[in-house]
Each structure stands twice: as C-alpha cells, then as structure tokens.
C-alpha cells in the first residue's frame, strides 16, 4: 500500500516539474497554485520573480476550518481566495495544478475563483 502511494507522488512531482518549466507568475499575473490533501485544501498566490506569496488561503485557518475537502468545499475557498485578490487588486491569474489532474476539486476552486470574478 505505501509502495502504491509513494508511485502516485513521483508521478505527480514528475508532472509538476514538467508544468512549472513552462508556467511563471509575474507582478501583474500571479501564479495560482493548489494543493490538495485528504484532510485540507490549500491555494496560494505567488509572484515568482520576487519569490513571493501574495495572497493564501487554506482550510487550516481558523475562519475556513468549515470548509471539507469536498468538491463543494472547493468551491467555497475559490470564492474566499477570489475574494481576497480583488481586495489586492489582483485581477487575472496563471492556474497552476500543481499536478493534479484538472478534475473534482481542483476544478471546483478554478471555478469558485472565476465565480469571483478572477480570469485565467
């Protein structure tokens, strides 16, 4: 079973190596990236010529700790995070999948955030 889990990983760190080669978030379009787990969803906002996380949101903060990590759930915090860039004037985004296939959750927070009124 660990042995199974531990391929999943390498298959997926080798697909988000291979996306990341491309994909680069500036100043004026930030790179959104996703991570997801069993028990938590996270999103971050990160501008990668100065290294630099602008915005976040995860289900581990104290506010968003309702949230599961559901397809509804995914698409509650795409709207949080959303909510948050137009707060910073943030209005178009890189999505970054971080590896994961472009389905269920993952495609609920990309939804939820275009719901906002965020582009990419």
Do not use: C, W
């Amino acid at each position: 079973m660990l042995r199974k889990m531990l391929e999943k990983d390498k298959k997926r760190l080798k697909r988000k190596v291979h996306i990341r080669k491309r994909i680069s978030g500036t100043a004026e379009r930030p790179r959104m990236t996703v991570f997801r787990s069993n028990r938590s969803l996270s999103v971050q906002i990160i501008d990668d010529v100065r290294g630099h996380t602008l915005v976040s949101a995860s289900t581990l903060e104290k506010e968003l700790r309702a949230i599961k990590p559901t397809v509804a759930g995914g698409g509650q915090l795409g709207e949080v995070i959303g909510k948050r860039l137009l707060e910073k004037n943030i209005k178009s985004v890189i999505f970054d999948r971080n590896g994961y296939l472009y389905h269920g959750v993952v495609k609920a927070i990309a939804d939820g955030t275009r719901k906002a009124g965020i582009q990419f």
